[in-house]
């Protein structure tokens, strides 16, 4: 699904690289965590699954294309496969939630028809239902990443790639949206999740695969955040900004996880004892973490940058305390099946036994889940309007609100736009390419169908 076979990734005027000779296979229907401390290359690897950036040296497969073969101009149809979330939403501010999720849909062509029938399917399965016609800002954050979830699975990609998607989220919100992610893995999407949240890795023991300085350290399966990510972390700190939850939020975990809010805030506070529970021993200084973290749910008012310093601080006294590192390279991951994995160096030796099965949604919610997907339409031509919008996010613009659709009141005036997004283009906003301006080789680019 996903392969790197010798990947070096080091950008211009970078002495050291980004990412330095990795061989990683990642399989279909794998949820896998991408972990390490900050600059250690999580969101070049991402980026490179992408093709928002070239590696140096090596080769990039996936959904079996090699990607040095897609042209610039295929680039749009290869992502089509492929959906993407990260952590500060980038939702579209002048346009409601429905207008916001039927965007990537109207840039690829699909039919009215098509879309009336998708967004609010997408909508519900993501526990949105009946909220199309909110504007963004009016929104809580954990509702606003609900969106853009909707946004990057509403045309059934394979491959969903989540960059910190809970980073600018309290626990009881993020606990929400990674019962969001696991059901939509449940669903047979591969996902890919770069990350901070030991707590979270922690709790959801999948495959972990954590990055130091640009290199594959560890790769494991059924894995927790690890100490030495811990003990890194606290050396740089990260600064963000409160966040508090609210009984929106927890509304919004309620709504997946077919409970009440008190229920939700349960469900996230039962995240702590389930991972000290399930933490192995090496991770025990992240699950203190974790702990810490988690109990910002019932203050509701405690600073999240203090929080991560604090919990880095503790993981790294512990970490000292008990000498806990573990060794690296750890082993590696294993199918998902048990099956070898074959084709790269470091896959090639992963066939370490499951000793314990990761942890799946509740039954209840998995009993209840509402199909993933809606049947895609027999036709996928470019219709006059995606070609419209095409043309428009090509450039530094103000988007077009198109024909009004039934169920969504289009543009609220006066939504506020953030000064930075005033420079973004449509395609940056969309995560169809990455911030910063056309990129060497990528000049002939477009967004949307080319043919
Ligand atoms: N466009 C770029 N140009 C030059 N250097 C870059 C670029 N993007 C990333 N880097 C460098 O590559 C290294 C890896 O960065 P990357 O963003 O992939 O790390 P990360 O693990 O995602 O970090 P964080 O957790 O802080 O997001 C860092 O040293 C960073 O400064």
Redesign the pocket.
């Known amino acids: 699904m996903i392969r790197f076979d010798s990947v070096t990734k080091t950008?211009?005027?970078?002495s050291?690289p980004?990412?330095n000779d990795i061989g990683v296979e990642v399989l279909r229907g794998e949820f896998v965590f991408l972990v390490?401390?900050?600059?250690?290359?999580?969101?070049?690897?991402l980026?490179l699954i992408l093709k928002e950036?070239k590696p140096t040296k090596g080769r990039i497969h996936v959904l079996g294309q090699d990607l040095g073969t897609i042209s610039s101009r295929k680039v749009p149809y290869f992502r089509r496969d492929l959906g993407v979330v990260f952590q500060d939403f980038r939702l579209l501010p002048n346009k409601n939630v429905f207008e916001n999720v039927a965007f990537t849909l109207r840039v690829i062509g699909k039919s009215r028809g098509f879309i009336h029938s998708a967004v609010p399917a997408t909508l519900k399965l993501v526990g949105l239902d009946g909220k199309g016609k909110r504007m963004p800002h009016e929104l809580s954050g954990g509702e606003q990443q609900r969106v853009a979830i909707a946004r990057a699975i509403v045309n059934k990609p394979q491959i969903l790639l989540a960059?910190?998607p809970t980073g600018n989220l309290d626990p009881v919100t993020s606990a929400g949206i990674m019962t969001l992610l696991e059901r939509i893995n449940a669903g047979g999407t591969t996902v890919v999740m770069?990350t901070?949240e030991a707590g979270i890795v922690d709790q959801m023991q999948r495959r972990v695969i954590e990055?130091s300085a640009?290199e594959v350290v560890r790769d494991e399966r059924a894995a927790g955040y690890g100490a030495g990510v811990a003990e890194e972390q606290a050396e740089t700190p990260e600064i963000a900004e409160p966040a508090a939850a609210t009984d929106a939020d927890a509304d919004a975990v309620a709504a997946v996880l077919g409970g009440s809010s008190a229920q939700a805030a349960a469900a996230a506070s039962g995240t702590t004892a389930k991972a000290r529970a399930r933490a192995p021993g090496p991770t025990k200084a992240a699950t203190a973490a974790t702990t810490a973290k988690t109990s910002t749910a019932k203050t509701s008012t405690t600073a999240k940058s203090s929080t991560t310093v604090k919990s880095s601080t503790t993981a790294k006294s512990s970490t000292t305390a008990k000498a806990a590192k573990p060794a690296k390279p750890a082993k590696p991951a294993a199918a998902p099946d048990g099956a070898a994995t074959e084709g790269t160096p470091s896959t090639a030796a992963a066939r370490a036994p499951i000793t314990r099965a990761a942890p799946k949604v509740g039954r209840k919610v998995m009993d209840e889940k509402q199909p993933l997907y809606v049947e895609p339409e027999e036709r996928d031509e470019v219709t006059d309007a995606a070609a419209a919008i095409t043309a428009a996010a090509t450039g530094v613009v103000t988007v077009p609100d198109g024909e009004p659709e039934a169920g969504s009141d289009a543009t609220a005036p006066g939504a506020p736009e953030s000064a930075a997004s005033e420079h973004l283009t449509l395609a940056e906003r969309l995560g169809l390419r990455a911030p910063?301006g056309p990129r060497a080789g990528d000049d002939d680019q477009e967004v949307g169908p080319t043919r």
Do not use: V
């Open positions: 950008y211009a005027g970078q050291r980004a990412l390490g401390a900050s600059g250690s290359g999580k969101s070049s690897f980026r950036e960059d910190e770069a901070h990055l640009g910063g």
